[in-house]
Every structure is written in structure tokens, then in C-alpha cells.
């Protein structure tokens, strides 16, 4: 089995100093209750900071590294420069605000990058140092974005994992971060990444290929040599062990006698952080709303709202306690009475039991975030309902929402509705309740914390298996099996080069015209046409004018669209391939000039056998749909039609059956009685069909990430005219295949 490390700004654990020494407490948080079975199960290591602590001595710090060592965890230890940098500066002052929506929470100016990366690349290196091959490496959360790139530098066949625990926001709101690019590369880096739900990962595709102009397939991003995997995830809680507790005789007891307290009011309980995203100031004006709409609900009713302290020491939080405090203020002075106050309002932390206690005493949990990445407070109340009454009231802006159908479902920002829910919820009958409860519990219990970490790992784990089956094999050839290659190229007497163009020796451009031959390549053709025993064969899609205007006056054989058209040696004229059908081009180019039309910045190439609609320079996304819904309009329209459908790099083809590049091979051999070996480049799809028809002997050499039958692989067109350059030079045993 491999070992898990899982990285998180935090370590799970919470260090104590007393009278001079330190000790080490496992903490038992969402997170750390999650990943604590697959932390022990794999035998890994936990990489985190161990917390806020004292100046220490060498030999303090030495102590409490081994304890932490102990339970098999990391630290990662934090200036205080950091901390303000990276922490509080970039990952709460930026990346929080921005993934909850919350724009006018963000600084003006960011000074904080270079910090946020610096802390990064130290986590990158401090995991690198205890990776060993076959590890697995998750990563948790937005502190740690640009992480998983970093560590794939480093390690670049490590198996690595990044789950978001914060919304990922729409790409209207993601593109206002100033280094946005960065940290999609960042996230980008990992082989598998996980959301809490199904519109996240929706709005962190879309923002992948509008701003790095990647597109995404369902549930895949490839990048360079790699596919990495997207899924929902949706974590859980230790559901078992929250009912368990709610079940304990004592706990039943005292939320018995807190419910005896006020026996003739309806609880309604909000437990949260005191963060400006759970919406807790607009919580607190619908039920002042509902008091003054409804007065004979004043003396049925109370809320009691627990905020936990959160970041007391940055200056927006302390403002936000401000007005939350008023706003306390004054419904209890508006509708307090001599018997009691409406709102019981509680700043503070409370041990889990007492959370627990007042989950079963409650008749009602509002759970209202203006925004939030999924919330376990919701889940924390069902799972504690073991009598399947009460009512959850959940914001549709949290992640759980997508899951907890049964909840009465608001929108935070209409107070009036929220007060509604509220009335209603205090009255809904006791079948509804356990109708509604029973289901969610059920759900919740099955789709507990446990299985969103096993389910998470599992990913990882089959992301690890199809890097050793097929990953490495689409991955660039490694150089010793490359040198192989070129010297058995070199040993031949005689070759045929057969080399495509665009994707294969020059990089596609945004405009086909842009992609002219350099004058490097000139003489690279050049070379290899003079070198003894070799004849080279230019076989593009492209239209014999620009192949002929563009390497015309080079000795080489030049083959046009696919091999419709062909001019096999330089004092030769053009012939066309005959018997291809050409009548559906009617049917085929309306279509194509329709979506040309509706899709601004494509548009349709007519070549002899073929018609290609271009959508390079169109907006990405909708360019891609838009592909995606032509292709599948061609297959069914055409299905009958003497054609083939293409799709292709940024383009749809539609090309007469009977011409491809396939067809050069057979006729090549046809004129040629001792072609001697024949090697033929190609990066797309077009140029499978000239690989398979090659002498059982022949080599086959595929430029870029695509999948391919091609048995060696080359990185890019930089790389495959480095090895076109190496069959320029004298034989060396032993000497390496340049840098790929």
C-alpha cells in the first residue's frame, strides 16, 4: 500500500506549554477527524504548521519535533513575517473574500504574493525531502494553490491530489484576482482535484479555459503530457459519532432541562464562526423582520445564536463583531420582555458535548451562510436527530444545500423569505418533520466523512494506476530509448522522412498565415534533403498553395491536404488523387458558414477534399461548445455519407473518405522499390492513419500530448526538429539524446 502525505496549513493537533515543556493533543475537527483513518491506514505523514507557540530553544524545538514525529506528523514552521504574509495577508485578506463573493472585502493593493509563494515553495520543499517513490500527496485547501505545480517540479512523477474546502468562484469573480494565471497553474499541477460539488468544479473549468484557454472534457483537464482528473466530492461528518453522543443518557438529560428553561418557546439555534460569510448579521434582521411582522409569535419563539471567535486580532473582524453586537442590541430591546429576551446570543466556544446538547434540544437549526464551501454544522445537527424531528433551515449558497433536499431551502439575502421559513419551520407538522429528517439522515450517515476521504484516496489511487499503465506511456520517451531509435535512423542506408507540419515542426498559431516556415527550419529541410540515402516528404492538411508558396524551392517531396494533392519530387508538376467524391460539400458548407456565423472569430477553410471550420480565435468556451455541438450535429446528419468528421486541433473537418495520409505510405512504396526505413512525425489524430500504415519495420514518432499508437514521443516541435538535427550529425556510441 502506498503512504498518504497530506499537507494542510494546519497540523491536527493542538500543543500546549506547560511550565516549560510542551505536549502534543490530536485534535478532533472535520478535517482531522476525516483524513485520520487514511492517515493511519496508509502510514504517511501530516505536513502543517503546529500552531501559534512561544520562543523555544533548540533543544525545545527538537523535543516537540519528536513528539510530533511520534504521531507521524511534519511541521512547518512559520516566522511571524509569514504568518501576516501569507496567512492573514494573502490567503484570508485575498483568496477568502474572493471565493465567497465578497469583492469589497478585498485590499486595495496585494503585497502579500511573493510571501504566499515563498510559503508554498517551502512546503513544496520540505515535502520533497520525505517523498519516496509511489507516495501518494494530498493537498487540502487555498492557502497551498500554487503547491501542487511546485511539488510536480520537484517530483514530477509523484501522484498528487488537491481538494478546495472553500467555494471555487464563478469565473466573473475569479478573473478580478491579479494572479489568477498562477494559481489555476498552481492547482493544475495536481493528477486529481476535488470540490465540494458539482458548480464548483463547473466554475474552475471555466475559468481553466477562458483564461489559460485549456479546454475541459467531463471531468478531465488535459495539461501538457498529463490528464488530470476533476470530481465532487462532498465531505461529510463523523455522522456515527454524533449520534452516538446524542444518544449518551446525560446529554439527553441536560438538553432536557435546558428545553425546560423557557418551556413554552420554539428554539431556534445558529451556531457559527464569527466570519462575514455566514451571514449572520442578515440572520439576526429576518428574525427581527419575523418578530415585527408576526407579534403573537414574540412570546412562542427565541433564537440562540453561538458565534465562535474567529481571527480576533484582524481589524475587518473586529468591526463585523461591532455590528453584530448591535444588532443583538436592539432586537432585545425592541421585544424583550420582563419574561425574557428574544435572542440568546452567546460569543464563544463550547465543547462538543454542549454543541451536541443543544443540536437535540433545538426545534429548529438556521443555517444561513451567505456563502459557504459546504458547512458541516448542518450535517452535524441531522446527524444528531436521533428521534427524526426538528427542522433544518439551509442557505441555497451553501455547498451542502446541493445534498440536504429535504432542508427548507432560502435565500440569505431575503430576509422576508428567510422569516418566512423560520414561521414555518416552528409550525410544520411532526409527520413532515420526521418525513424530512428521516431522509437527510439517512444521506448524511451514508455520505459521512469517512467516505469522502476513502472516496478521495481511492481517486488517488486509481489516478497512480493509470500513470503506471498508460500515463507513462504517453509521456515523452525517455531519452536512452530515443538514442536507440536515432541511431538505428542513422545505421540505415536508406530512410523516408515523412513529416507533417503544423503541431509536428512548427507550434499552431491563432491564424494559420502566422505559421510560415522560419528560416531554421528551411535549413534543417534542406540539410536532411542532402543528407545520402535520405528522401523527405512534407504531408500536411494544408492547401497545396501555401505548401508549394512556402516550401516549393526545397528538394523535398510535398503532399497537400491530406493527399488529395501530391508533388513527388521537386521537377514534377501537382497531380490530384481520382474517384473522390465531392458532392456533399453542398449539404456540408450551409452548416458550417451557420456556426461560422453564430460564433464570432471562426471561420470555414474549403480545401479540395475537405471543408474545416476554424474556431482558433473564437472565445474559448463558447468556441468549444459550439465544436462539440457541431461535431455531434456532422455524425448524425452525415452518418450515411461518403465523408469523414474530424475533430481536430481547435478546428471540425469534414474530409472526403479514401483521402489520408495513409495513403502516402502505400503509394510511396508503390513508386519507390527500395524506400529502405520509412519514419514518419505526426501530433494529431490525421496523422494515426499514416502511422498505421507503415512497414512493420517503420518508426513512428508523435509530437505533443495527445494519445497515440506512435511507440516514441516527443514533447513538442521544438523537440522533434532536435532529433531531426541529430540525424545530421556523425554516429556516437553511447552519446545522449538532447534535452526534450
Not at 106 to 113: C, G, K, M, Y
Not at 247 to 273: H, T, Y
Not at 296 to 304: D, F, N
Not at 626 to 641: I, V
Request: with cysteine; glycine share 8%.
Amino acid at each position: 500500500m502506498s503512504r498518504l502525505l497530506l499537507v494542510s496549513n494546519r497540523l491536527p493537533v493542538t500543543v500546549r506549554s506547560e511550565e516549560g515543556r510542551f505536549s502534543v493533543t490530536q485534535s478532533s475537527g472535520g478535517l482531522a477527524t476525516g483524513l485520520k483513518g487514511p492517515h493511519e491506514q496508509h502510514g504517511g505523514l501530516w505536513f502543517g504548521w503546529p500552531g501559534q507557540l512561544p520562543a523555544m530553544s533548540e533543544s525545545d524545538r527538537a523535543e516537540l519535533e519528536a513528539s510530533l514525529r511520534e504521531i507521524r506528523t511534519v511541521p512547518m514552521w512559520l516566522t511571524e513575517d509569514e504568518l501576516e504574509g501569507y496567512y492573514d495577508g494573502f490567503s484570508n485578506g485575498v483568496l477568502w473574500p474572493t471565493f465567497h463573493y465578497l469583492l469589497d472585502m478585498i485590499p486595495l493593493h496585494s503585497r502579500h504574493w511573493a510571501s504566499y509563494r515563498s510559503v508554498n515553495e517551502r512546503f513544496a520543499d520540505l515535502i520533497a525531502s520525505a517523498y519516496r517513490p509511489g507516495d501518494l500527496v494530498w493537498i487540502q485547501d487555498f492557502h497551498l494553490m500554487l503547491l501542487p505545480a511546485l511539488l510536480r517540479e520537484r517530483i514530477p512523477d509523484a501522484t498528487i491530489g488537491f481538494f478546495l474546502h472553500t467555494p471555487f468562484p464563478s469565473y466573473e469573480v475569479f478573473r478580478l484576482l491579479p494572479r489568477r494565471d498562477a494559481l489555476l497553474r498552481g492547482v493544475l499541477g495536481s493528477d486529481v482535484i476535488g470540490f465540494h460539488t458539482a458548480s464548483y468544479l463547473r466554475h474552475f473549468t471555466t475559468s481553466v479555459v477562458r483564461i489559460l484557454g485549456i479546454e475541459a472534457r467531463v471531468g478531465r483537464i488535459r495539461v501538457g503530457q498529463r490528464e488530470v482528473e476533476l470530481g465532487a466530492y462532498p465531505m461529510g461528518v463523523d455522522a456515527s459519532t454524533f449520534t452516538r453522543m446524542a444518544d449518551d443518557p446525560r446529554i439527553v438529560e441536560e438538553s432536557s432541562l435546558l428545553r425546560a428553561e423557557d418551556p413554552d418557546r420554539k428554539i431556534v439555534l445558529g451556531i457559527d464562526r464569527l466570519d462575514y460569510t455566514k451571514g449572520i448579521p442578515r440572520r439576526l434582521l429576518a428574525f427581527e423582520n419575523l418578530l415585527e411582522r408576526e407579534p403573537t409569535l414574540r412570546r412562542y419563539v427565541k433564537l440562540i445564536q453561538i458565534a465562535v471567535p474567529s481571527r480576533l486580532h484582524v481589524e475587518a473582524y473586529e468591526s463585523f463583531r461591532r455590528q453584530v453586537d448591535e444588532l443583538v442590541g436592539r432586537i432585545n430591546g425592541r421585544f424583550g420582555t420582563l419574561e425574557g429576551a428574544p435572542v440568546h446570543y452567546l460569543f464563544q466556544s463550547f465543547p462538543q458535548r454542549d454543541v451536541v446538547k443543544m443540536f437535540r434540544a433545538a426545534d429548529v437549526m438556521l443555517v444561513t451562510p451567505i456563502r459557504d464551501g459546504m458547512n458541516l454544522v448542518a450535517k452535524e445537527f441531522i446527524a444528531c436527530r436521533n428521534e427524526e424531528n426538528g427542522v433544518l433551515i439551509l442557505s441555497e449558497f451553501a455547498g451542502a444545500s446541493s445534498q440536504l433536499e429535504e432542508a427548507l431551502h432560502v435565500n440569505p439575502y431575503d430576509i422576508e423569505q428567510v422569516g418566512d421559513a423560520i414561521k414555518r419551520a416552528i409550525t410544520m407538522s411532526l409527520d413532515e418533520q420526521e418525513t424530512r429528517m428521516r431522509s437527510l439522515r439517512e444521506r448524511v450517515a451514508r455520505e459521512d466523512v469517512h467516505h469522502w476521504a476513502t472516496t478521495f484516496v481511492q481517486a488517488l489511487e486509481r489516478s497512480q494506476a493509470r500513470l503506471v499503465e498508460t500515463g507513462r506511456r504517453w509521456g515523452v520517451t525517455p531519452a536512452p530509448h530515443l538514442r536507440e531509435a536515432v541511431d538505428r535512423i542513422r545505421r540505415a542506408e536508406r530512410i523516408a522522412l515523412l513529416l507533417d507540419y503544423d503541431g509536428t515542426l512548427v507550434p499552431f498559431r491563432a491564424e494559420p498565415g502566422l505559421a510560415r516556415p522560419d528560416q531554421d527550419l528551411r535549413n534543417l529541410l534542406q540539410a536532411l534533403a542532402r543528407r545520402p540515402g535520405t528522401c523527405i516528404h512534407l504531408v500536411s492538411g494544408r492547401k497545396r498553395e501555401d505548401i508549394d508558396d512556402w516550401l516549393g524551392t526545397i528538394p523535398v517531396g510535398l503532399h497537400a491536404e491530406h493527399g488529395l494533392w501530391s508533388r513527388w519530387r521537386p521537377d514534377e508538376d501537382w497531380t490530384r488523387l481520382e474517384g473522390v467524391p465531392m458532392d456533399w460539400k453542398e449539404e456540408v458548407r450551409p452548416i458550417l458558414d451557420e456556426f461560422a456565423l453564430r460564433t464570432r472569430g471562426s471561420f470555414v477553410e474549403e480545401k479540395g477534399a475537405s471543408l474545416v471550420w476554424h474556431y482558433r480565435q473564437a472565445d474559448v468556451e463558447y468556441g468549444a461548445i459550439q465544436a462539440k455541438e457541431l461535431h455531434l450535429h456532422l455524425l448524425e446528419l452525415l452518418s450515411n455519407y461518403p465523408v469523414q468528421i474530424l475533430a481536430g486541433e481547435k478546428n471540425i473537418e469534414v474530409r472526403s473518405y479514401g483521402v489520408h495520409k495513409g495513403m502516402i505510405v502505400t503509394r510511396l512504396l508503390e513508386r519507390t522499390e527500395a524506400a529502405g526505413l520509412v519514419v514518419a512525425f505526426g501530433d494529431d489524430q490525421t496523422d494515426e492513419d499514416l502511422f498505421g500504415a507503415l512497414p512493420s519495420d517503420g518508426i513512428a514518432v508523435h509530437v505533443g500530448p495527445r494519445a497515440s499508437r506512435a511507440p516514441l514521443r516527443l514533447a513538442d516541435p521544438g523537440a522533434a526538429r532536435r532529433l531531426l538535427e541529430e540525424l545530421l550529425e556523425p554516429r556516437r556510441e553511447g552519446s545522449p539524446a538532447r534535452d526534450r
